[in-house]
């Protein structure tokens, strides 16, 4: 089994909303579909509720795919920040407390986006999943299933879209 952690193609970025609030950017769409071929064909599909990981995986697959509330980004109800890498990587470093105003700790995205990924995988023993949503989710969650610290430096270079591929073990319950 394997576990594909896409994360959403490039957004439409505007400044004075929320990122949680953005649309796919139409002119990354080829670099969306190009990512088709490194997706398995039969997968068990699911997705971030943000418009951008939806309308990612509308573009991946005409397959279903569920909606799963907990899979959302690290919140950061605050627009854009123009010393938004920092602020991330401040926030893995203090997991514990908010990187800036109207941002949730990092832990409490570890503390919902691991679980809800271990339901699925619960449900989903003997299949691979695509999973579409977020680089920072991601980042936690590939160090949790790894057992590692989160690697910033991978998180740093995540594309938009991209794709990280884990092989699991069947049995294995993050």
Do not use: N, Y
Not at 25 to 46: K, M, S, Y
């Amino acid at each position: 089994m394997t576990l594909h952690l896409v994360r959403h193609g490039r957004p439409l970025v505007e400044p004075d909303r929320p990122a949680a609030d953005w649309e796919l950017d139409p002119a990354g769409f080829d670099d969306v579909w190009a990512l088709r071929e490194r997706l398995p064909g039969r997968a068990a599909w699911f997705c971030s509720p943000e418009p951008k990981a939806q309308q990612t995986a509308q573009l991946l697959t005409e397959g279903d795919v569920g909606i799963v509330d907990d899979l959302r980004e690290h919140e950061r109800a605050a627009g854009w920040l123009d010393d938004f890498a920092e602020r991330v990587e401040a926030a893995f470093a203090r997991p514990d407390e908010p990187a800036a105003p109207g941002w949730e700790p990092l832990a409490d995205t570890r503390a919902r986006v691991v679980p809800a990924v271990g339901r699925i995988l619960d449900v989903h023993p003997d299949v691979d999943v695509v999973l579409v949503g977020h680089g920072t989710a991601w980042t936690l969650l590939a160090a949790e299933l790894g057992g590692h610290a989160p690697d910033l430096e991978r998180w740093r270079s995540l594309g938009m879209p991209d794709l990280i591929t884990l092989p699991l073990a069947p049995t294995m319950d993050p």
